[in-house]
């Protein structure tokens, strides 16, 4: 080459590096990249090209319906929203903001008492966006009211089988319903109030539906519950001659 320029249409790229860049552009998958550059004599260079920009960082987040209506900010700190700009700067929370219309369609459900996934996108002050899966649940409780006899309550006391009894009888059950899915949680029957029944009379019983799997990062809380309270007509047994 003795010192010659070459012109760049002389010089090559490799073709497959270049894509992966612009793929990281496209993506906004921000870092560093190898990028490397071929002379005619076969002499290789390489380069780093370092993508910089805004970062927004967002979790997957899921909120009860029954709660009631959220604020941007109640949304921003559901799904733990933060940024940096291009400097590494923290960008203000107040400064991030939901797309136009996001939070009003979220709120539209929370009031219809309508569950689902949605999507909502968080946008930094230089356009910058991130989107993240938002859940929207509720929970369920369905039980009857029952009869026993005295001498059946007093059995199942004895025996520890009351709980299982009353849940069986009163056909309870809970679920905890995310749009058109429905999943089976927990129910435990409080028999606190049948302990000290000696004769006919009619009990209030509180079922309680219980989700004990935690929620992810940013989400409701592990243990949230729903109760129902049934009633259980304690009858006198036959020519007992109690009423």
Known sequence: ?????LDDDDITVD????DAILDAIRNRELGEYALT??????????????LIGTVINAADASYNVEKGELTEEDLKGLCSVSAVDPDGNPIAIGDMTAAVGELDRINGMIQRGETGIVEITFIAPDGTEYTILFTLYAYEIDGSNLEMYV????QKIKDGTLEAYVRSQSKAEAWKVVGSERKAIDVRVDTANLLGVTGPAEVQVTLTGTDHISARSG??????TIEKEIKVLIKADPSSGQN
Not at 219 to 224: H, N, S, T, V
């Open 151 to 154: 001498s059946e309550l007093h």
């Open 37 to 50: 550059y071929t002379t005619p004599d076969g002499l290789t260079v390489t380069t780093v090209v370092t």
């Open 219 to 224: 989400g409701g809380l592990a243990g949230e």
């Open 15 to 18: 073709t497959a590096e270049l």
């Open 1 to 5: 080459l003795y010192g010659n320029a």
